[in-house]
């Protein structure tokens, strides 16, 4: 081969030298090439990585041999326009001849014949050599991509659900941990797959995380109503406690207005008032509930005591009306004798025996307890009549 072939292939091998140094420096500061070097692989990835573990560091070894080679090459052929034949010969044996031994190996003594050699060598070309580390470069540059691709998409999706599971798990903690078991479960499917991929990245399949997305879904929408329910039932309660404040001032006002009614009127129609003692318990069994984080059933008792407290409001309004009633009928009959009694002075009758014996008799019921309503309205309007006909000559007996 002549000079000028020799210098274009040796320039060509020092050019492709210079490439696969760089590609070698990535490939070892790869970050996936170290995780897989830290990971206890299993199965298919453990076969797979441990042959490019080999082939890792056949490249390196043959980048060296290589390497030399094209030094020896560079220093042989030095900067002379011309080389004699000899050193012709071996330029062309170093660079295009199997000049780089990538083994020796020994042969046992029952292999060898009486003037056979000793040992095996194996030997290549710088071309044969670049296929070969071609070859191993792609197998383990193959491995690395596929665990890279197989732990991204696992990360895409495995990644998220993990971030939202511990959002759901802060929320639930605050919630009371009502779905702590739901969640235990979720986080144990997330680390088997994610513990399938590393061991074994190669054969594990994509996991079907529907039922997760789903769970999470579910799990944080029912939080989403506990909190809201934790977050407005202390108001509620401070509402409920004063509706239940109502309901017991409205019970006494009945209470008192029927013993005031039965010491001052006659006979009266008094009405019990609903008895609160139990609304208070039970009010205090919601507070409990919440205390111990229990949203939904607080809520619920909440909302049916409301209903009861309500009703018993609306029982004691009416107690207290009726109770009320006798005492206000009996001061609406003192107030039209009072207007009766001033008409009376206007017609002059004010000092009228009748008219005076009727005033006094009804003032007499309606201001002696306890009056008989039907006696003193009856005497009011015997009142009211004789103001209303002819001058009354004599007190009506």
């Known amino acids: 081969?002549?000079?000028?072939?020799?210098?274009?292939?040796?320039?060509?091998?020092?050019?492709?030298?210079?490439?696969?140094?760089?590609?070698?420096?990535?490939?070892?500061?790869?970050?996936?090439?170290?995780?897989?070097?830290?990971?206890?692989?299993?199965?298919?990835?453990?076969?797979?990585?441990?042959?490019?573990?080999?082939?890792?560091?056949?490249?390196?070894?043959?980048?060296?041999?290589?390497?030399?080679?094209i030094q020896q090459a560079a220093q042989?052929?030095?900067?002379?326009?011309?080389?004699?034949?000899?050193?012709?010969?071996?330029?062309?044996?170093?660079?295009?001849?199997?000049?780089?031994?990538?083994?020796?190996?020994?042969?046992?003594?029952?292999?060898?014949?009486?003037?056979?050699?000793?040992?095996?060598?194996?030997?290549?070309?710088?071309?044969?050599?670049?296929?070969?580390?071609?070859?191993?470069?792609?197998?383990?540059?193959?491995?690395?991509?596929?665990?890279?691709?197989?732990?991204?998409?696992?990360?895409?999706?495995?990644?998220?659900?993990?971030?939202?599971?511990?959002?759901?798990?802060?929320?639930?903690?605050?919630?009371?941990?009502?779905?702590?078991?739901?969640?235990?479960?979720?986080?144990?499917?997330?680390?088997?797959?994610?513990?399938?991929?590393?061991?074994?990245?190669?054969?594990?399949?994509?996991?079907?995380?529907?039922?997760?997305?789903?769970?999470?879904?579910s799990v944080f929408d029912d939080l989403k109503r506990t909190l809201q329910l934790k977050d407005t039932l202390a108001l509620r309660i401070g509402e409920a406690r004063t509706l239940l404040g109502q309901v017991h001032a409205t019970a006494a006002a009945a209470g008192q207005a029927g013993n005031e009614a039965m010491a001052k009127i006659a006979a009266p129609a008094v009405v019990d008032p609903p008895t609160t003692a139990a609304l208070g318990d039970e009010l205090e069994r919601v507070s409990a509930m919440c205390s111990q984080g229990n949203w939904q059933a607080a809520n619920n008792l909440l909302v049916q005591w409301t209903t009861r407290c309500h009703d018993a409001l609306a029982a004691a309004q009416r107690a207290l009306a009726a109770n009320q009633a006798p005492l206000a009928t009996r001061n609406e009959l003192r107030g039209r004798l009072d207007a009766y009694r001033g008409k009376a002075y206007r017609l002059g009758l004010l000092e009228n025996p009748t008219v005076a014996g009727l005033y006094a008799r009804a003032h007499q019921a309606l201001f002696t307890a306890p009056?008989?309503?039907?006696?003193?309205?009856?005497?009011?309007?015997?009142?009211?009549?004789a103001l209303a006909g002819p001058a009354p000559t004599e007190v009506a007996r």
């Open 76 to 217: 042989l052929r030095g900067t002379k326009g011309r080389l004699d034949p000899a050193a012709l010969a071996q330029l062309d044996s170093m660079v295009n001849g199997p000049s780089i031994i990538l083994s020796t190996a020994g042969i046992p003594l029952a292999e060898r014949g009486l003037y056979g050699p000793s040992e095996a060598v194996v030997r290549c070309s710088p071309q044969e050599l670049l296929g070969r580390m071609r070859q191993a470069f792609d197998q383990v540059v193959g491995v690395i991509t596929a665990c890279t691709g197989a732990w991204s998409a696992l990360e895409a999706r495995v990644g998220p659900l993990e971030a939202t599971l511990l959002d759901a798990q802060r929320l639930d903690d605050q919630a009371g941990s009502c779905h702590r078991s739901l969640l235990d479960r979720v986080r144990a499917q997330l680390s088997a797959y994610r513990q399938a991929a590393a061991s074994d990245p190669l054969a594990a399949a994509q996991p079907s995380l529907a039922g997760v997305e789903a769970s999470l879904a």
């Open 1 to 69: 081969m002549d000079l000028a072939t020799i210098d274009r292939n040796l320039a060509q091998l020092r050019t492709t030298v210079d490439a696969m140094s760089t590609n070698l420096v990535d490939l070892e500061n790869d970050p996936t090439r170290t995780r897989l070097e830290q990971a206890a692989l299993t199965g298919t990835s453990a076969e797979q990585w441990a042959r490019a573990k080999v082939n890792l560091a056949s490249l390196w070894s043959w980048f060296s041999l290589l390497n030399d080679t």
């Open 371 to 385: 009056t008989d309503l039907a006696v003193a309205g009856a005497l009011v309007k015997q009142y009211q009549e």
